[in-house]
């Protein structure tokens, strides 16, 4: 199946879900009467949704870039990297909280380094600590922007 | 109208040369250059990464700075077309065709010095033309009823996936509704009723524009590098690039001036296009040059021709002056990166429009002036900063792509301050990863998104003014006519692709596809 094809299909069923969720918008009673509501934009969009991708599902594909595979435009990529780069950006949002903005960042930055590759720790270190400092000291300092430390070191008592 | 010319542009004068604006152009336009040079990362990513830094700006300074990043990155992508063939986004792809060649044959300071200067004068030409007729459009718009934006809306709307190429405007009107669809996340303004939040609190508010135009553009950008395995930049070593040789002679000029004239002029014409920007400003100037060239001269292009580097370069620079119309006019983004600075006006709390130019006219001329100067400093700093500027060219990916995802992560962050929107941009960034991958183009997601919330405020207002009759969009002469338009725009693509087969015999022509 063509790669446009396979996106036609996932915006069909998104259109469909988006739809279904439309009718579940809560309505008041006195909006139940009205021409426009706040279901309406949303009603308007999934039927939008509905019919441009059924009409790109039944139409040829004209653009020869969008004919190719999935497979064929997938083959050789890096998704080991991309995907250790995705696990640590989730890590990164799930522990900023905990570690707070300067350890989490430097974690996270050193980790991305050594994902594609690098191992000189040194260089990693000196990449990662003094731009995560001066940004924070911009930011806390300059700006006066409040930057919380980690919830971690009040629980540990430290702070 | 001259009077009110002039007294706008000393409003833009003074308050573009007060020292921190000034700053603020010039930070932009080195900020703007240094991203734009990455590969891969293009103007829409450059503004995106700097809208947190204007946050504790007042609007017109942080107006001026994102005017400068865009005109920056923009230079900054010819830069890396010119050097290593490696065009940052689709608007210097047309420069890479002649600039490369240049540069391979052994006149890199050359083939950048022509870029420079036809950038300069393409970006200069078109910031006048931007003052005589902003304010002209600007005046006619404040006649204009609910009514007329939501049919302006959609003819901006309709007029990106015209654009968007050989059999890419059923996708780009499909990104366009998907970008709607994202918008009526969160409380409905009018209603206080809450929209596909799920029950989540983080979801009130609905999506935060920035955090969409940095999951889809810049992480997704960095990412592409990781996946294609794009080395591009490891492999340069600019000190082997000879730059010692930026002169240009007075023939070479002469040659260049006429094309630099018209390229403007072409370029300016399709920036003010809702949609069009500066791709297609650069790919038409470059047309036009070729088929204006003498048969011998035609042979030069795609070798290293000066005409060839000198058209897309002040095409592109023409159209992206040309795409501020629209947007301060009719508070409609004529391109995705005049999109995402609409979306930084309104956070700023600027409503866009024919009304900022009397509500807030040191926004409006600030940005104008800050656009000329911006013009003249990344002229006379650029040029001698090339060197040492292509030398980030070669910072190799494995240090880039983690600082620009971490730059990303940390745009959104330190403006919210909400770890939850950390996760959602992952999750963003993973499906605008897959629809890149299934060929859908982003740019017009992101008009959709911006424009969502606007759309439904005016057609709501105009249904209730018209005692919830659709009549409105034929009733007045204006509505009607920005229909009619938005009707021929849709007719475009099928006329043209019937013109090309009855031209090619149903085979595609020598026509420009271009990814808006």
Redesign the interface.
């Known amino acids: 199946m063509a790669?446009?094809k396979?996106?036609?299909l996932?915006?069909l069923l998104?259109?469909m879900a988006?739809g279904l969720?439309?009718l579940k918008?809560?309505?008041?009673f006195i909006?139940q009467n009205e021409?426009?509501?706040?279901r309406t934009?949303?009603y308007a969009?999934?039927v939008?949704?509905l019919i441009?991708?059924l009409?790109?599902l039944i139409?040829p594909?004209?653009?020869?870039?969008?004919k190719?595979h999935?497979k064929q435009?997938?083959h050789?990529?890096?998704?080991k990297?991309?995907i250790l780069?995705?696990v640590g950006?989730?890590f990164?949002?799930?522990v900023?909280?905990w570690l707070g903005f300067i350890i989490s960042?430097i974690i996270?930055?050193m980790?991305?380094?050594y994902?594609?590759?690098?191992r000189r720790l040194k260089r990693m270190a000196l990449?990662a600590i003094p731009?995560v400092i001066f940004?924070w000291f911009v930011?806390s300092s300059l700006?006066g922007?409040y930057?919380?430390p980690g919830e971690l070191f009040y629980m540990l008592g430290i702070l | 109208m001259w009077d009110g010319m002039l007294s706008g542009m000393l409003t833009g004068i003074s308050t573009t040369m007060i020292p921190m604006n000034i700053a603020m152009v010039l930070f932009g336009c080195f900020m703007g250059s240094l991203i734009g040079m990455l590969p891969g990362l293009g103007p829409i990513t450059a503004v995106a990464l700097m809208i947190p830094v204007t946050y504790g700006l007042d609007p017109s300074s942080g107006m001026v700075l994102l005017a400068g990043v865009y005109y920056g990155a923009i230079f900054g992508g010819s830069t890396s077309s010119i050097l290593i063939n490696a065009p940052g986004e689709a608007a210097t792809v047309a420069t890479a065709l002649d600039g490369y060649p240049l540069a391979r044959q052994g006149h890199p300071g050359k083939a950048l010095a022509v870029a420079a200067y036809a950038s300069f004068s393409g970006g200069t030409i078109s910031v006048i033309m931007l003052m005589i007729f902003a304010p002209i459009l600007a005046s006619v718009a404040t006649s204009f009823q609910s009514a007329d934006y939501f049919a302006l809306m959609i003819l901006g709307l309709t007029a990106v996936s015209a654009f968007a190429g050989r059999g890419g405007v059923l996708k780009a009107l499909l990104m366009v509704v998907l970008g709607l669809m994202l918008a009526t996340v969160g409380t409905d303004q009018t209603s206080g009723v809450q929209r596909f939040t799920f029950g989540s609190l983080e979801l009130l508010d609905g999506i935060e524009f920035l955090l969409l135009a940095m999951a889809t553009f810049a992480l997704t950008e960095a990412l592409s590098i990781v996946l294609k395995r794009d080395e591009s930049s490891d492999s340069l070593k600019p000190r082997t690039i000879g730059f010692k040789n930026l002169k240009v002679t007075k023939s070479e000029f002469k040659q260049i001036a006429p094309t630099i004239g018209r390229s403007s002029l072409l370029g300016f014409i399709i920036g003010v296009l809702p949609g069009a920007g500066a791709t297609l400003g650069s790919f038409m100037a470059y047309g036009m040059e070729r088929n204006l060239a003498s048969p011998e001269e035609q042979k030069k292009f795609g070798k290293g021709s000066l005409r060839g580097l000198a058209a897309p370069e002040a095409g592109n620079n023409a159209a992206s002056s040309g795409s501020f119309v629209p947007l301060l006019c009719l508070g409609i983004p004529g391109s995705g990166t005049t999109a995402v600075m609409l979306g930084a006006l309104i956070a700023y709390g600027i409503e866009p429009g024919p009304r900022m130019l009397t509500a807030n006219p040191q926004v409006f001329w600030g940005l104008i002036m800050s656009m000329y100067l911006g013009n003249v400093f990344l002229l006379i700093l650029n040029l001698p900063l090339i060197p040492y500027f292509a030398r980030l060219l070669a910072v190799p990916r494995n240090f880039m792509v983690p600082m620009i995802l971490f730059f990303s992560l940390m745009g959104v962050y330190l403006v919210t301050f909400n770890d939850f929107d950390i996760l959602m941009m992952v999750i963003f960034c993973i499906a605008a990863m897959a629809l890149r991958l299934m060929n859908f183009p982003m740019a017009p997601l992101l008009l959709g998104f911006i424009l969502g919330g606007l759309m439904e405020d005016n057609l709501r207002r105009a249904l209730l003014i018209y005692n919830d009759s659709f009549s409105f969009m034929w009733e007045r002469p204006l509505t009607l006519g920005i229909n009619l338009a938005t009707l021929l725009i849709l007719v475009f693509p099928m006329i043209r692709s019937f013109i090309a087969r009855r031209k090619g015999g149903g085979k595609p022509g020598n026509e420009v596809v271009v990814e808006v």
């Open positions: 790669r446009e396979v996106g036609a996932v915006m998104f259109s988006y969720m439309a918008i809560p309505l008041s909006a021409f426009f509501t706040s934009m949303p969009l999934a939008l949704g441009l991708s009409l790109m139409l594909t004209v653009d020869p870039e969008g190719k999935l435009v997938t050789g990529m890096d998704w990297t991309a780069l995705v950006m989730i990164y949002g799930l900023i909280k960042s996270f930055l980790f991305g380094f994902v594609l590759g690098e990449a731009l940004l930011m700006l922007v930057i919380a």
